[in-house]
């Protein structure tokens, strides 16, 4: 097997929270652009999953989750409870907060780690197509935090 297993592994624990998240901005956002954020990343993160996990299926591959993954959980889980604990603008900061936390972190693991590492061409092929459409994530995210006011990071 060509791919590497804790490759597939930390992708498919990454897109999950990623999508929670956005489901969240689309139930409880305020702001429009929290809204349109949300319903964003749902529509494109379900492609990228989509074909993730076609290339998963391809090498009959069942992700699970990476053994160190504990600590990447407990702040997954965090962030998840303190965006339903709040509302109003304070949801819509926290979200914007972490939607643009959430994509930088993505797009230096895929520049930075993966696609110098990554073995498997297919997995290498659909992380050169998809990083482009994260920056355009969190170009338009910290515009949305610009335009509400909410600085762009922690």
């Known amino acids: 097997m060509l791919l590497n297993l804790q490759t597939v592994k930390l992708l498919t624990f990454i897109f999950r929270p990623i999508m929670e998240e956005a489901e969240l901005g689309i139930a409880r956002g305020t702001a429009p652009e929290v809204k349109q954020h949300g319903e964003m990343v749902a529509n494109d993160h379900s492609g990228v999953i989509t074909a993730f996990e076609g290339i998963l299926m391809e090498h009959g591959i069942k992700p699970t989750a990476p053994t160190d993954n504990a600590a990447t959980e407990q702040r997954h889980r965090a962030v998840i409870d303190s965006l339903k604990a709040r509302s109003g603008i304070d949801f819509d900061r926290e ?33 050169k197509e ?21 600085p762009d990071a922690k």
Request: no cysteine; proline share 6%.
């Open 95 to 127: 979200y914007i907060t972490e939607a643009i936390i959430d994509h930088r972190a993505f797009i230096a693991l895929v520049s930075e780690t993966l696609l110098p590492t990554v073995k498997e061409p297919a997995l290498a092929a659909h992380l």
């Open 130 to 150: 998809v990083l482009p459409a994260f920056k355009k994530h969190l170009a338009m995210t910290v515009e949305a935090s610009r335009k509400l006011n909410i």
